[in-house]
């Protein structure tokens, strides 16, 4: 009788550990497609602001958007994400550029089809929860261009 509870044991341990893996890799891609989702609202609505506004003569005047970046919580469904950056374009682009890292794996990098950049060095979203992005379409060296910030509160 105690071999059988023993040789279970055993078993169920072995499972668990073969298990594991996979579960990591699954909690991985969910919050990697969960994060690939808010890039793509946020590419949305800018898309959207350069499309059906006109840029104003003061950035104050400026058509905008605010935008809710959802960061997912670390949980049994999905890994934490170590940041979520608005990063300016490289040198000789307009192009925005968003990166995330999840859960300690490498950077990723999404290039937007169209010009956006932070207003006053890069947005870096840390924490898990709800943050807003004010998007403001300007005039930047003559080409319309998003601009993002945090709205203050």
């Not at 994060?35 to 104050?60: C, F, I």
């Not at 919580?73 to 999840?102: C, H, M, N, Q």
Request: proline share 5%; net charge positive; hydrophobic share 40%.
């Amino acid at each position: 009788m105690t071999v059988r509870v023993v040789i279970a044991a055993v078993l169920a341990t072995a499972l668990v550990a073969a298990a594991l893996p996979a579960v990591d890799a699954g909690r991985e891609r969910a919050s990697d497609t969960h994060l690939r989702g808010e890039v793509d609202e946020l590419e949305r609505s800018a898309a959207a602001l350069l499309e059906r506004e006109e840029t104003a003569w003061t950035e104050s005047n400026a058509p905008q958007r605010t935008v809710t970046v959802r960061i997912p919580e670390r949980g049994w469904w999905r890994a934490g994400v170590d940041f979520l950056a608005i990063r300016a374009p490289p040198d000789g682009s307009a192009r925005g550029r968003v990166t995330y890292k999840v859960d300690g794996r490498r950077e990723r990098v999404c290039t937007l089809d169209l010009a956006m950049r932070p207003r006053n060095g890069p947005i870096d979203i840390r924490r898990a929860g709800e943050h807003d992005l004010r998007l403001r379409l300007v005039r930047d060296d003559g080409n319309r261009t998003v601009v993002v910030d945090r709205p203050r509160v």
